[in-house]
């Protein structure tokens, strides 16, 4: 995995606790909240396809597999 990409793997790791803290809420709103997606934005994931000319993280699909199933976990 490339470093830039470990980055934002490091990146959703350090998030996992809010997240998990946030578990009841997301099921309780039946929608993922507000401050995550925040917190992910600030992350860069929702940049991870974005090609690097265009500001994003052009990340390969092994980084995208990595994030999910941490944020899934």
């Known amino acids: 995995m490339p470093a830039a990409d470990s980055v934002l793997v490091e990146r959703v790791r350090a998030l996992l606790p809010a997240i998990r803290a946030r578990a009841r809420?997301?099921?309780?709103?039946?929608?993922?909240?507000?401050?995550?997606?925040?917190?992910?934005a600030e992350a860069g994931i929702f940049q991870m396809f974005v090609p690097k000319r265009w500001g994003g993280h052009e990340a390969g699909f092994e980084t995208m597999r990595e994030v999910v199933q941490l944020i899934s976990s």
């Open 25 to 40: 809420e997301t099921e309780n709103l039946r929608r993922i909240p507000d401050e995550t997606i925040r917190e992910l």
